[in-house]
């Protein structure tokens, strides 16, 4: 069977719950509550369906060691959803803070 891999981004808008080890060494787990999920444009967003949960998201440790990324801290944070509850992030796309609206 071929599982066919679709390219996906969306900027996910949410608050930090946890930051923790993975069980590889070289990887943290993000926990992210999903507020929101905005397209990006010419991608697919497979993170609609995660608005109102929380997702894991997996970060290599010198990437979190160079981001704020703390418990409670706002973010909106580039997500590309690797499988079904794998997900990934763009560390040239993590915000701290919401931006404001006028």
């Not at 080890?21 to 993000?30: C, D, F, L, Q, T």
């Not at 967003?45 to 981001?67: Q, W």
């Not at 509850?85 to 993590?94: A, I, M, Q």
Request: proline share 7%; charged share 25%.
């Amino acid at each position: 069977m071929a599982v066919q891999i679709i390219e996906n981004w969306a900027d996910v808008r949410g608050r930090v719950t946890f930051v923790r080890a993975a069980s590889e060494p070289e990887v943290a787990i993000v926990g992210v509550a999903v507020d929101a999920a905005d397209d990006v444009a010419g991608f697919r967003n497979l993170m609609r369906r995660h608005v109102g949960s929380e997702i894991h998201i997996r970060v290599p440790k010198d990437i979190l060691r160079r981001l704020p990324l703390q418990p409670q801290a706002e973010v909106t944070i580039r997500v590309s959803a690797g499988g079904l509850e794998s997900f990934f992030l763009d560390p040239k796309n993590v915000r701290i803070g919401h931006p404001t609206t006028p």
